[in-house]
């Protein structure tokens, strides 16, 4: 179990971490991918948590064998999830950490979304300008699970990679955290998003 007194920073993921995103984003998803004719199973989604969504689109249109425009498809996918936006709840008990450690250790969001979008989900929590740094998908080459964002906030905070606790909801990110030589926490265990197929 963490404790704060261990660690030099906090490291937080955006969607599914600090707020209940993934049911919005999968709906946002099914949007684009039904346009173009491709399937997007809601367990695969899922799977593909923390890659940004260019990968996913690029990754999804090669297996169906189409040639789309990834630059579109991109803004598509986030027009519609912000549609959505004021359906999104925080996740309070990460949201109840943050608030209390603000002010008594370096914090950051590691998202594989894109940095414009971060900050709508984090005003929409009330979590606009708490944190020291955000790094997005945008300001590393390899994303999650390579270990690059997590060591680029700990450069950005000043702090040992090995004294962070990372936040995470997914498989990737996880295994981003310990490729980065960090300690996590696993959302997962006391939360469960809401299914669309449910």
């Not at 590393?140 to 700990?154: C, D, I, N, Q, V």
Request: hydrophobic letters at 45%; a negative charge.
């Amino acid at each position: 179990m963490w404790r704060l007194q261990d660690h030099a920073a906090l490291l937080f993921d955006c969607d599914g971490t600090l707020a209940d995103t993934m049911p919005a984003h999968y709906l946002a998803w099914l949007e684009v991918t039904r346009a173009h004719g491709m399937t997007f199973d809601e367990d695969r989604f899922y799977a593909m948590g923390g890659r940004p969504t260019r990968d996913i689109v690029a990754t999804l249109a090669a297996e169906a064998g189409l040639s789309i425009d990834l630059d579109h498809a991109v803004h598509a996918k986030e027009r519609s999830f912000l549609g959505q936006l004021p359906r999104v709840e925080a996740i309070d008990p990460v949201v109840d950490v943050v608030r209390r450690c603000r002010g008594r250790i370096p914090m950051a969001v590691v998202t594989g979304g894109h940095r414009a979008v971060c900050e709508r989900i984090l005003a929409h929590v009330g979590l606009g300008g708490v944190f020291d740094t955000i790094v997005a998908s945008e300001d590393t080459l390899r994303h999650k699970p390579e270990p690059e964002p997590f060591l680029e906030a700990a450069r950005r905070l000043a702090v040992d990679p090995a004294r962070c606790v990372v936040w995470e909801d997914s498989d990737l990110g996880i295994e981003a955290a310990r490729r980065a030589g960090m300690e996590w926490v696993d959302v997962r265990s006391f939360h469960a998003p809401r299914r669309i197929g449910a």
